[in-house]
């Protein structure tokens, strides 16, 4: 958000073709036209994968609405108003994340995990659910394959809930209610995740180009299709079973997923 501080830097990534407005399609936008997404990068992220270093291409992107308000921020910020600045250091935006394998953008339907936010597990090693292995799993197929991507959705923590009332579900949980049961539970929709985003950053990233879809949820797939992305096949994702998630798991193949009767 501080590159906006300073307009000379923002004009800057602009000439360099690492800030880009991108329409709802994909497509590259300039002048008038009010941009939907604007995707930064790329950014090299060093990453071990299977032991081994790997040079991600990190494109950090986000909704322009939410960077519209930093915007504002901004120039109340180059005003001299201090508290504009404290303001500026406290705004939220859900800045989501595409981390590509070197050759990405040339792959020929390349493989692609759409990784909802999962702080508990991805960050802190929860068992309480399979995302973390997940995540660590696409990773390391990618790098087998010799390509392929995550699109990281930090705003879907909780199916979309958010941090605080996820830690309210699982109390729930623990009291006998179902991953959806609780979230229902609190007055809110069981799934309220949201992936066009994700569909417009990769018809830009792959001009449209066909994905594999690395997820055992039948709704990314009508979701993402909906919004332009092609997807030639979907790739099964099972692991990080335990014994502290194999209920949250049966919920999610009750809800539809595609995961074994055996589970």
């Known amino acids: 958000m ?15 073709h690492q800030l880009v407005d991108l329409d709802k399609s994909g497509r590259e936008i300039s002048g008038g036209a009010a941009p939907f997404i604007s995707i930064l990068g790329p950014v090299t992220i060093p990453r071990l994968i299977d032991g081994e270093e790997v040079p991600l291409e990190w494109y ?9 308000h930093v915007l504002e921020a901004a120039n109340e910020v180059r005003g001299g108003q201090s508290e504009a600045f404290r303001e500026l250091l406290q705004t939220n935006m859900s800045v989501n994340s595409v981390f590509a394998l070197p050759g990405f953008r040339d792959t020929v339907e390349p493989l692609v995990r759409i990784h909802s936010c999962c702080l508990t597990g991805d960050i802190f090693g929860s068992m309480r659910c399979d995302c973390g292995p997940q995540l660590d799993a696409a990773f390391r197929l990618m790098k087998r394959e010799g390509g392929g991507a995550v699109v990281y ?10 941090l605080w009332a996820k830690a309210i579900t699982y109390l729930l ?6 991953t959806y049961e609780a979230n229902v539970s609190l007055g809110l929709p069981e799934d309220s995740r949201d992936f066009s985003d994700a569909a417009t950053v990769l018809r830009y990233l792959l001009k449209d180009g066909p994905i594999r879809l690395l997820s055992n949820n039948p709704q990314k797939r009508e979701h993402l299709e909906e919004n332009g992305q092609a997807i030639s096949e979907v790739v099964s994702l ?3 079973v335990t014994d502290y998630n194999i209920r949250y798991i049966r919920s999610k193949r ?3 997923h595609i995961l074994p009767e055996d589970l």
């Not at 950090?60 to 609405?65: G, Q, S, T």
């Not at 949980?173 to 179902?178: K, L, N």
């Open 238 to 240: 099972i692991t990080g």
């Open 2 to 16: 501080f590159s906006y501080v300073d307009k000379s830097v923002r004009e800057l990534l602009i000439k360099n």
């Open 173 to 178: 949980q623990d009291a006998g209610q179902d």
């Open 254 to 256: 009750s809800k539809g």
């Open 153 to 162: 959705m930090s705003g879907h923590e909780g199916r979309g809930i958010g």
């Open 60 to 68: 950090p992107f986000v909704r322009r609405v939410e960077l519209t």
